[in-house]
T-cell receptor
Framework: KAGVTQTPRYLIKTRGQQVTLSCSPI?????VSWYQQTPGQGLQFLFE???????NKGNFPGRFSGRQFSNSRSEMNVSTLELGDSALYLC?????????????FGPGTRLTVL | AQTVTQSQPEMSVQEAETVTLSCTYD???????LFWYKQPPSRQMILVIR??????QNATENRFSVNFQKAAKSFSLKISDSQLGDAAMYFC?????????FGAGTRLTVKP
């Protein structure tokens, strides 16, 4: 099976712009989670989608949003970018999203905000 | 809120020797899952080992094993016969409802 894929791998934006990141889960996986990784804050949970519905949400401002399509692919959107949004954004997929599941991570999208 | 603490920002081990990475967590739940993930320079997060809290037996995966002390809320990772390819950041993680919380990570260096 192909692993989790994320596009694009690298992105450079300027403050105030918006950005959309994409994640394609492993075939058969219906749960997709998003994480932000920064040197200062480490790995932080953004949100989790299952069957096109947001099921869990971390402590991030409303500028961070996401959605999931019927084929389980997910997108994450960040509006009005700030310098502090520069980070590695990781998505992870698993079959059902319950605690018994293991999350498999994609390679990440490196976002730089200038 | 659940928190995960890794008190060792950096660790070093000689090739072929054993090293233990520490992790403690805070939760009021009785049923949850714990993980160790490895992140090499490629930044790809790779699952190393997982432990179900309701299982008393410590998980083992080849050279990797854990010491799970539920009452102490401790979850350490032991790497035996360390190899150069083990060099990476190691993250301890806790999850209850797929809201995964990570520790700050431990950077492991393996010396030849």
């Amino acid at each position: 099976k192909a692993g989790v894929t994320q596009t694009p791998r690298y992105l450079i934006k300027t403050r105030g712009q918006q950005v959309t990141l994409s994640c394609s889960p492993i075939s058969g996986h219906r749960s997709v989670s998003w994480y932000q990784q920064t040197p200062g804050q480490g790995l932080q949970f953004l949100f989790e989608y299952f069957s096109e519905t947001q099921r869990n949400k971390g402590n991030f401002p409303g500028r961070f949003s996401g959605r999931q399509f019927s084929n389980s692919r997910s997108e994450m959107n960040v509006s009005t970018l700030e310098l502090g949004d520069s980070a590695l954004y990781l998505c992870a997929s698993c079959q059902w999203g319950g605690s018994t599941d293991t999350q498999y991570f994609g390679p990440g999208t490196r976002l730089t905000v200038l | 809120a659940q928190t995960v603490t890794q008190s060792q920002p950096e660790m070093s081990v000689q090739e072929a020797e054993t090293v233990t990475l520490s992790c403690t967590y805070d939760t009021s739940e009785s049923d949850y899952y714990l993980f160790w993930y490895k992140q090499p320079p490629s930044r790809q997060m790779i699952l190393v080992i997982r432990q179900e809290a309701y299982k008393q037996q410590n998980a083992t995966e080849n050279r990797f094993s854990v010491n799970f002390q539920k009452a102490a809320k401790s979850f350490s990772l032991k790497i035996s016969d360390s190899q150069l390819g083990d060099a990476a950041m190691y993250f301890c993680a806790y999850t209850k409802n797929n809201d995964m919380r990570f520790g700050a990570g431990t950077r492991l260096t393996v010396k030849p």
